[in-house]
């Protein structure tokens, strides 16, 4: 059974770093680009960032390029989210997925991790 | 950017009635739309891609159409757990996996 399971949010203040962590079990790692998804209270789904397999290739939304620097560990099966100069508008529940087999949607995702910033 | 919309926002509707979602892309993304469904409090969970795939375990009530600009994610004959939030999402090209806004089904 695929599981991801990511950790790391919190309460930040205006500015500040936070780093989520997604583990993940089940899975060949390192086959799969892997990404982060977020959704502010009581709002859609955002796209944050994608990674591919080897971790070679990065892609950010236009909201966090520049503060958000995503990447893996795949001999630790883990994916990171390092968020820096964080804004309110940060605030939401952060999802990592995991790419399908058929590469055309996500087919796994956590269970998010809240990331509350405000002073 | 290509910008994806989805229509109507929200959906009145009683169980047992069918119920279209529409999700228009600015650009032409060939088949690479994928289809969701979010309850509240939960991830989001994988009902469609391709535009037309099923995914493994979803029921067949769900259906999914369209080509280029133009997608419709169909449920033939909604079900008391069908009562969610759907999102279409364009998955043709890593550096934009952009969502739609979502369409809210209701109990009617």
């Known amino acids: 059974e695929v599981q991801l399971v990511e950790s790391g949010g919190g309460l930040v203040q205006p500015g500040g770093s936070l780093r989520l962590s997604c583990a993940t079990s089940?899975?060949?790692?390192?086959?799969?680009?892997m990404s982060w998804v977020r959704q502010a209270p009581g709002q859609g789904l955002e796209w944050v960032s994608t990674?591919?397999?080897?971790?070679?290739?990065?892609y950010y939304a236009d909201s966090v390029k520049g503060r958000f620097t995503i990447s893996r560990d795949n001999s630790k099966n883990t994916l990171y989210l390092q968020m820096n100069s964080l804004r309110a508008e940060d605030t939401a529940v952060y999802y990592c997925?995991?790419?399908?087999?058929?590469?055309?949607?996500?087919?796994?995702w956590g269970q998010g991790t809240l990331v509350t910033v405000s002073s | 950017d290509i910008q994806m919309t989805q229509s109507p926002s929200t959906l009145s509707a009683s169980v047992g009635d069918r119920v279209t979602i529409t999700c228009r892309a600015s650009?032409?993304?060939?088949?690479?739309l994928a289809w969701y469904q979010q309850t509240p409090g939960k991830a989001p969970k994988l009902l469609i891609y391709?535009?037309?795939t099923l995914e493994s375990g979803v029921p067949s009530r769900f259906s999914g159409s369209g080509s280029g600009t133009e997608f419709t994610l169909t449920i033939s004959s909604l079900q008391p757990d069908d009562f969610a939030t759907y999102y279409c999402?364009?998955?043709?090209?890593?550096?934009?996996?952009?969502f739609g806004g979502g369409t809210k089904v209701e109990i009617k």
């Open positions: 997925a995991k790419d399908g087999k058929a590469v055309a949607g996500f087919e796994h």
């Open positions: 089940g899975v060949t790692f390192s086959v799969y680009a």
């Open positions: 990674i591919s397999g080897s971790g070679g290739f990065t």
């Open positions: 650009q032409s993304i060939s088949h690479w």
């Open positions: 391709k535009a037309s």
């Open positions: 999402q364009k998955y043709n090209n890593y550096s934009s996996l952009i």
